[in-house]
């Protein structure tokens, strides 16, 4: 028995010490910000991220069909609950993935078996968490991929709708690890979950608007079509380069609505106790960093890649001395935000945000949509 526990204790350090190895492969911007939590955070949202990477790479991958991936995301979802073979599933998927998937994110395929030892080895209601928040996202993002084309989405509310399918639904889970670590801030669980959608709605949305290029390249775009036939932009024949007034009053409009759920997103982190300075910091390096991208995208609104606005590893270092500074003190942080969110425009959120949470009550809801979307055999 005493060696069966101690194999098990080094298989799971294995795991562990493969999931830090991975995470800088496959995010430059979590391999930063993660570290920063606790030791007990820090391996469960390690965790959490690569086990969304990996349904997310089953849903960009060109190769499989929507059959092929709602199967693949049950059995992986089976996988999760301890119902199917980690080992088996990886074996099934690997040799499936095309070119188009990246050599960080096959290997992360590959080696599943490990990122699942680490799972079951969390405790019962963070994986109950975890499972939950892989379980909508893949029903939502089923959905959007299967519908998505140049086109763009109806409108705004499908745009946010989709943001909470694939990035709110995570601000979610994270909350609910946040207030299962700590006891104040479960104290203010209700009005940080009201919060939560909004943040990763808000990092999202700024993603969509840096990869809008890059996306059409795919044949995808996730801008509103109605909202910007509104501003006499049609968004199906958008093309890079052009800066045309209409467009970039459209653009900003957007870099507006990013920038108002980003608001959210630093109001959620005020109410981080103060004493909590990993927390602070895994958040506002994500809110500073997704801020310094939109000025740059304001700044440059004929940009025609990612690249031309991503923001610089200079300052980016900038903004994480300035933070590390200000992490206790709520009334340098609030300088620092309007300092930086300084001249950007900012758009009222009214109407958005659907009530489309599962986590709002203390319900399981793991085997179901959220209420506001149909979702059929259709699905960053």
Not at 284 to 298: M, N
Request: charged fraction near 20%.
């Amino acid at each position: 028995m005493a060696n069966k526990v101690l194999a098990t204790a080094s298989g799971i350090a294995e795991a562990e010490a493969y999931q830090g190895q991975v995470l800088g492969g496959v995010s430059r911007t979590f391999a930063l910000t993660i570290p920063q939590l606790p030791p007990d955070l820090c391996k469960v949202v390690t965790n959490a991220y690569l086990v969304c990477r990996i349904a997310d790479t089953l849903e960009d991958e060109p190769g499989l069909s929507a059959v092929q991936k709602s199967l693949l995301q049950e059995r992986f979802l089976a996988v999760l609950r301890g119902k199917e073979k980690a080992l088996s599933f990886a074996r099934q998927v690997t040799p499936l993935l095309s070119q188009a998937t990246s050599p960080d994110e096959r290997e992360l395929m590959a080696n599943t078996p490990l990122i699942v030892r680490c799972t079951h080895s969390l405790a019962a209601p963070q994986q109950q968490a975890l499972v939950k928040c892989v379980s909508i996202m893949c029903l939502g993002m089923g959905h959007y991929q299967d519908n998505a084309s140049l086109e763009g989405l109806a409108d705004l509310g499908e745009v946010d709708r989709y943001c909470y399918y694939v990035a709110g639904v995570v601000g979610e889970m994270l909350t609910e690890l946040f207030c299962q670590h700590s006891g104040e801030m479960h104290e203010k669980r209700a009005e940080m979950l009201a919060l939560a959608p909004s943040f990763g709605q808000g990092l999202q949305l700024t993603n969509i608007l840096k990869d809008l290029w890059d996306d059409r390249q795919r044949g995808v775009c996730w801008l509103p079509r109605q909202e910007f036939q509104e501003f006499g932009v049609d968004v199906s024949s958008l093309v890079p380069g052009r800066s045309d007034p209409a467009f970039v009053t459209a653009l900003r409009y957007m870099i507006g609505i990013a920038h108002a759920h980003l608001h959210n997103a630093f109001r959620y982190t005020l109410m981080v106790p103060a004493k909590e300075t990993g927390i602070r910091r895994f958040c506002l390096w994500a809110i500073g960093l997704a801020v310094l991208t939109l000025r740059r995208i304001d700044a440059r609104p004929t940009y025609c890649t990612g690249r031309q606005v991503k923001v610089s590893r200079r300052t980016v270092k900038a903004a994480i001395a300035s933070t590390r500074l200000a992490t206790r003190h709520d009334g340098m942080l609030k300088l620092l935000f309007s300092g930086v969110t300084r001249g950007l425009p900012l758009e009222p959120l009214a109407g958005l945000q659907p009530e489309l949470s599962a986590w709002a009550s203390d319900g399981d809801g793991s085997s179901a949509a959220p209420h506001g979307l149909r979702l059929g055999n259709d699905e960053e």
